[in-house]
């Protein structure tokens, strides 16, 4: 069966195949992040898995990677470590690239699951 689930770290809805009770994890395909089921009834809510910041982004680049066929530079480290250190200065994982913290800037950002990265070779 396929479900239509919005993510609410990236802000746009993935299909789903299979079935889905409340607690089950799932991988959003956009984004790479790991979703908890809340609720299916009228509609299906899922919610951040939440763990500690560090494990987050890093499990959420890997499944992004791993999603797209990506492969991280010798500047991963450096990079995860911004994406932490804006998480604990701002509440998000916002792009250590961009100064404007705004949804858009979201790790993955917008431009990098438009992507942006087949496009320059690179994220920016």
């Known amino acids: 069966m396929k479900h239509k689930i ?3 770290v990236c802000r746009i809805s993935f299909i789903h195949r299979g ?3 409340p607690g089950q994890e799932v991988l959003c395909t956009v984004c790479g992040a790991e979703l908890k089921i809340k609720e299916l009834d009228p509609e299906i809510k899922a919610s951040r898995y939440i763990e500690d910041p560090e494990t987050e982004i890093r499990r959420r680049s890997e499944n992004f990677a791993r999603l797209r066929g990506y492969t991280f530079n ?3 480290e450096l990079v995860l470590e911004g994406l932490v250190d804006k998480h604990r200065l701002y509440g998000d994982f916002y792009c250590p690239c961009r100064f404007e913290n705004i949804p858009e800037n979201v790790c993955p950002c917008l431009e990098t699951r438009m992507n942006e990265v087949r496009k320059m070779g690179h994220c920016y």
């Open 6 to 8: 919005y993510c609410p």
């Open 74 to 76: 010798e500047d991963k």
């Open 19 to 21: 079935e889905l009770e």
